[in-house]
């Protein structure tokens, strides 16, 4: 059996491994993070401020861009103050506490995704009773389930994965992740993969399939509208929701299984990115390249304080 040492902190490699990735990686994280941080801020803003996406899109939209800016904001300041810093040191109650929001943020996410999917499908299928069935009482019950459930499994990993003894203090990644952390455990971690994988699994697959019962219901109406004109107004709110759960789960997934095949171990930094930062960066971008409603709200918002800068002029 490995050497049982007591933990109490932990060194995170990551991108600082390489001297010459140093620089690059401060640069490339820093402007994710501004592109993360501008575009969800901007959405939340402009759903506050506008009365006319006062509705539960937009609202459960509203709580997507709060857990992608709680999931990157727990990961890439510290990244990037550690390369600045060159400090690799992470205490063992501060890893704890990243891998725990981190999950509980993703988790989050997904379920989040999946409340929008119905919402979608009773907005579609069911036009005249969607106000009786998605009241704002509803809309809250859904997505307070959602932070409820992605906080329980958050603990649920967590406490399972904290409770092992670990044998070593590197992490070759640039936050604390689960696979990671299992690696250095001392028990064999096959077995905790292997736990922690079917219930993920069983989570993300039961997600998945309301997801696409609902988007199978969705297109069905659809093809059903003789109105070219509505066809299109449904596919420019539908197409961009199911682009984000495929690019979330997709990149999850990909990324979970390659960087624990160990043929590309030393690209698990970069595949870590692609799942942890590409989709909340992302999703403010897909969400509002073709809604009208959320560019005539930042046009109206932009507008608006233009004409309050020149009144203060004048």
Known sequence: MPNRTIIMDFL????????EFQLLHIVVFLMMYLVILIGNLLIIILVVMSNHLQTPMYFFLVNLAIVDLGSTTVTIPRSI??????????????????????????????????AMAYDRY??????LHYM???????????????????????????????????CSTIIHQFF???????????????????????????VGVVCFM???MSYVKIF?????????????????????????????????????????????YNWDEIFAVIYSVIPPMMNPVIYSMRNKDIKA????????RIRNQITKLC
Not at 12 to 19: A, K, N, V, Y
Not at 91 to 107: D, H, K, T
Not at 155 to 166: I, K, N, R
Not at 298 to 304: G, I, M, T, Y
């Open 12 to 19: 995170l490699m990551g991108f600082s491994e390489q001297g």
């Open 81 to 114: 103050v550690s390369a600045l810093m060159n400090a690799r040191r992470i205490s063992y109650s501060e890893c704890l506490a990243q891998m725990f929001f981190f999950l509980f943020f993703v988790s989050s996410d997904l379920f989040l995704l999946t």
């Open 122 to 127: 009773v907005a579609i299928c069911y036009p």
């Open 132 to 166: 009786s069935m998605m009241q704002w009482r509803s809309c809250f019950q859904m997505a307070g389930a959602a932070w409820v459930l992605g906080f329980l499994n958050a603990t649920m990993h967590a406490g399972t994965l904290f409770s092992l003894p670990f």
């Open 176 to 202: 604390c992740e689960i696979p990671h952390l299992m690696k250095i455990s001392c028990f064999d971690p096959k077995f905790n993969e292997i736990r922690i994988l079917l219930f993920s699994t069983m």
């Open 210 to 212: 309301l997801i696409i």
């Open 220 to 264: 069905k109406t659809v093809l059903n509208m003789s109105s070219m004109a509505s066809r299109q107004k449904v596919f420019s709110t539908c197409i961009p929701h199911l682009f984000v759960v495929c690019l979330f789960l997709g990149t999850s997934i990909f990324s979970y299984f390659i960087s624990n095949s160990g043929s590309f």
């Open 297 to 304: 709200a930042l046009w109206k918002l932009f507008n608006q």
